[in-house]
């Protein structure tokens, strides 16, 4: 299945969703999507998440139920490591 890096951002500070991430899974396994990790910006106000899903029309549909932005969603296909070779996602 592809992978995505989406770029979310907010308006406000974003409060880091721990209470409301079983609702998050829940909408994302509805939608076929994986949300594997984030990263969040030091001001809180921009997000990079990575995510396993059959398209980018799941990734959104699963975004926009959630009531959260997806700006920006890149499909990705590998790492570059600091020894410059190409290597998997997972």
């Given at each position: 299945?592809?992978y995505?890096?989406?770029?979310?951002?907010?308006?406000?500070?974003?409060?880091?969703?721990?209470?409301?991430?079983?609702?998050?899974?829940?909408?994302?396994?509805?939608?076929?999507?994986?949300?594997?990790?984030?990263?969040?910006?030091?001001?809180?106000r921009?997000?990079?998440?990575?995510?396993?899903?059959?398209?980018?029309?799941?990734?959104?549909?699963?975004?926009?139920?959630?009531?959260?932005?997806?700006?920006?969603?890149?499909e990705?296909?590998?790492?570059?490591?600091?020894?410059?070779?190409?290597?998997?996602?997972?």
């Open positions: 299945m592809p995505y890096i989406i770029e979310r951002n907010y308006a406000e500070e974003v409060v880091v969703p721990v209470e409301a991430a079983p609702d998050i899974n829940l909408i994302n396994d509805e939608e076929e999507v994986r949300w594997l990790y984030s990263f969040l910006s030091i001001d809180h921009k997000s990079y998440c990575l995510y396993e899903a059959p398209s980018i029309e799941a990734i959104r549909a699963a975004a926009v139920r959630a009531g959260l932005p997806a700006d920006v969603v890149t990705v296909t590998g790492r570059v490591m600091p020894d410059g070779l190409l290597a998997g996602i997972n």
